[in-house]
């Protein structure tokens, strides 16, 4: 591994970008290698066995690319596939995941509060957020709710309009969430529609997303092992595997009009 190697990041589809746009802010020297296995959207409800098979396949390009890193910006890939890719990818790059920051946030930040989660089926029917958190927060008890439909909903880009509008008010108003004081976003796609949520609270649940607190985690872990890139770096470049115009809009909003994307088939 070499200081100027690319970091490599992959999600489903278009919620890694917001780990990635921060990412870019934290280290603008850094080269960005970014996956988005379109294809198989939406991992969460995929089986732990889909998503394995899935994520060794995108490591396997991001090892090929060079990645000195490989950051799982996907909650339900960091659920299913974080452990199985540390042994696969062994000392060829450094790997991290979305959930250990936002666990490390929570229970610097969210003490004494009644914490709330939403996520993916992938990520909530793990309880790994809860076990987590418990263990630092002496048994804390997490109140999560699976909320399946706003990734396609994301994904489709069917978002600030009524149809949006309802399906969040309406996941938002289940007795699960009950009460609470603080939101965790677990899922990547969700900062897109932070502002909804926002409303819906009227600013009276303080909602959490990773991204920053990804982005931070990368930065001390690539200090700590001196590999951070000290000159401007390469362009960076973006990958799918199934190409829409509107996973290329979002790059470019995320990104800038310059973006190159690319289709890469994982089974050619
Ligand atoms: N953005 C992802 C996550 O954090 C994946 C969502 C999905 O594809 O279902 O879980």
């Given at each position: 591994m070499k200081k100027e190697d690319p970091i490599g990041i992959f999600d489903s589809g278009i919620g890694g970008l917001t780990v990635a746009r921060s990412v870019k802010d934290a280290l603008p020297n850094e080269q960005l290698i970014y996956f988005g296995d379109t294809e198989h959207l939406p991992y969460g409800d995929k089986s732990t066995a889909a998503i394995q098979a899935f994520s060794v396949k995108i490591c396997d390009l991001l090892l090929k690319k060079g990645c000195k890193v490989i950051l799982i910006a996907c909650n339900s890939a960091s659920v299913a596939a974080y452990d199985l890719i540390k042994e696969y990818v062994a000392s060829k790059a450094l790997v991290i995941n979305v959930i250990d920051p936002m666990v490390n946030y929570a229970s610097e930040y969210l003490k004494d509060q009644n914490i709330g989660l939403i996520g993916t089926r992938q990520t909530v029917a793990s309880g790994v957020y809860q076990e987590k958190i418990s263990e630092k927060m002496n048994g804390l008890k997490l109140q999560a709710l699976a909320t399946?439909?706003?990734?396609?909903?994301?994904?489709?880009?069917?978002?600030?309009?009524?149809?949006?509008?309802?399906?969040?008010?309406?996941?938002?108003?289940?007795?699960e969430l009950k009460d609470i004081d603080a939101l965790l976003l677990a899922c990547t796609h969700y900062p897109l529609i932070q502002k909804e949520i926002n409303d819906f609270y009227k600013s009276n649940v303080k909602v959490i997303n990773s991204a920053d607190p990804v982005a931070l985690s990368l930065k001390n872990l690539l200090e700590s092992k001196s590999l951070l890139n000290e000159s401007p770096a390469d362009e960076d470049s973006f990958y799918v595997s199934d190409y829409t115009a509107s996973f290329e809009r979002s790059t470019k909003l995320f990104f800038g009009e310059k973006i190159k994307l690319e289709s890469y088939r994982l089974w050619s």
């Open positions: 399946p439909l706003l990734v396609p909903m994301i994904e489709e880009g069917f978002v600030f309009n009524n149809i949006s509008h309802d399906i969040i008010s309406n996941y938002l108003s289940m007795p």
